[in-house]
Structure formats: structure tokens, C-alpha cells
């Protein structure tokens, strides 16, 4: 058994640690909470730059088979259907055969096969926490997915 006095130099020890713990977790707190939304804002735009991906390949599937660049845009429009809609742009452009230029496409009856349709989506992403924004990266990111297939022909 301990003797009264020990007990009593330990009691007042403890006492003299009361709040360290609250004191620490307000000094970590901060950095903790800006490193996990930071790791989900690091997500959210990932997901944004790989939806952006798949709108141009799915715009791409339409374009090798189908010359009309209105379906080409609403298809790529429709597969990234849960990403906000006034922040894409979709461009289609077409090129010739073994040409490097590319323009405006035309209507469908110029296509002849082997030309080569592009189809860029860009979607202009928000980052949720202000940690880009402090490190000079800005407040928002423009994520941007391209494919270029071949017409295939009707």
C-alpha cells in the first residue's frame, strides 16, 4: 500500500495535466482537418479529370461511326450527366485523312472514311478547401480529356 503522501503527489500531478489534451488536439486539429479534406478535394477532382476522360471517349465512340457533331457533343454530354453541365465544353473538330490541321466539321456528307474526328471535353473543376488556393495552384482547375479516333464510316 502506498502511504497518504504518494497518493496526494499523484493527485496533483494529474490535476497539473488537466486540459494538455485539449490544448494538443486544438493545436493538431487544424492541420488534421485540412490534410482529410484536402485527401477528398484531391478526390473530387479526380473524379472530375476522369469523367472529362470518358465524356471525350464516349463523344469519340459516336464520331467513328456517326458524322453528325450535335450527337458527338450530346453523347459526351450524357456521359458525364452527374458533373455540372454549365461547366463543360465540348469541341469536335475533324481533320483529313494524313492531315495534321484540324477545323470545324462539317456536315456529315463531307466525312469520308479514315478522317479523323477529335472530341476535347474540359470541365472547369472547384476546389472545396482553399489549400490550392494558398499554395498558388488558384481556386479552381481545368481538367481536360481528349480522343481522337478515325471515322469508320456509315
Known sequence: ???????????????GERGAAAVEFALVAPLLF????????????????????N????????GAV???PDLIEARARAAS???????IDVTVQCAPENSTSFGACGDGSGWVEG?????????????MTP???MVGLGDSLAVKGISEPRFEGQ
Not at 450527366?81 to 461547366?87: A, N, T
Not at 478522317?115 to 476546389?127: E, G, H, K, P, S
Open 81 to 87: 450527366d452527374f458533373l455540372d453541365q454549365s461547366r
Open 34 to 53: 485540412l490534410l482529410v479534406f484536402g485527401i477528398i478535394d484531391f478526390g473530387f477532382g479526380f473524379h472530375a479529370w476522369d469523367a472529362s476522360h
Open 66 to 68: 456517326n458524322p453528325n
Open 55 to 62: 465524356a471525350a471517349r464516349e463523344g469519340a465512340r459516336v
Open 1 to 15: 500500500m502506498r502511504d497518504r503522501r504518494t497518493m496526494e503527489r499523484m493527485r496533483r500531478g494529474a490535476r
Open 131 to 133: 489549400l490550392p488556393n
Open 115 to 127: 478522317d479523323v474526328v477529335r472530341v476535347t471535353v474540359i470541365y472547369d473543376y472547384n476546389y
